[in-house]
């Protein structure tokens, strides 16, 4: 799995010219693509990333990626980004790792977003990866109640539970803000429930990105699937 994570990657560094502005994504894949990200400018590559996470900055950093913020540059040229499942509209499920609210700031700010992933996340419907909903711990039973009718609105329903961390603890974000998985099943129009969601005071952000992603390269054994969004 880790292989085709790799050639998915590599498959994306592809689409990097010199002089590029790039958000750098967050997890497993998209490290994958930092590492060789950071062999192209050692070999002479001038690019600036924009990190989505505090370990993609560590790994940024100790790979000597020139690095910026949103604050010091206008738009970027793209963003290069994993994912937890990938629909045929290129809408994703993201924030597995609990980096969502950044990546999906950092993949509006771009003017492409390309998702790396193994063929595992292609899905025919969202939902079967547990929805992460960042939220804001003050009234969390509220926003968990308002969530739970977003839910009902747009015809789901399911579990939610508040994430941990290995060490037992309510895992927090890199904002300081907690995650609930949201266990839906199928979703079956995910842009209303996207909308829906971002209706809710002490919802922060969603992982639903939808219409942010104009590519998904998908590895797989049988080789690499390049889908463009239509
Ligand atoms: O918060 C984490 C991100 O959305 C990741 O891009 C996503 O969870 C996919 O991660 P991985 O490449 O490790 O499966």
Known sequence: MDGLKRQAAAQALEHVQDGMKLGLGTGSTARH????????????????GVPTSEATR?????????LTT???VDRLDLTVDGADEVDPALNLI????GALLREKIVAAASDRMIVIADDTKWVDVLGRFPLPVEVIPFGLAATQRAMAAAFAQSGVSGQMGLRKGRDGHVFVTDGGHWIVDAHLGRIADAPRL???LSLIPGVVEHGLFIGLASTAVLAGAQGIRVVERR
């Open 33 to 48: 693509f930092v590492e060789l990200l950071g062999e192209r400018v050692a070999g002479g590559m001038k690019v600036i």
């Open 58 to 66: 560590a790994q940024a950093e100790a790979c000597n990626i020139p």
């Open 70 to 72: 949103l604050d010091e």
């Open 94 to 97: 993201k924030g597995g790792g």
């Open 194 to 196: 996207a909308g829906l």
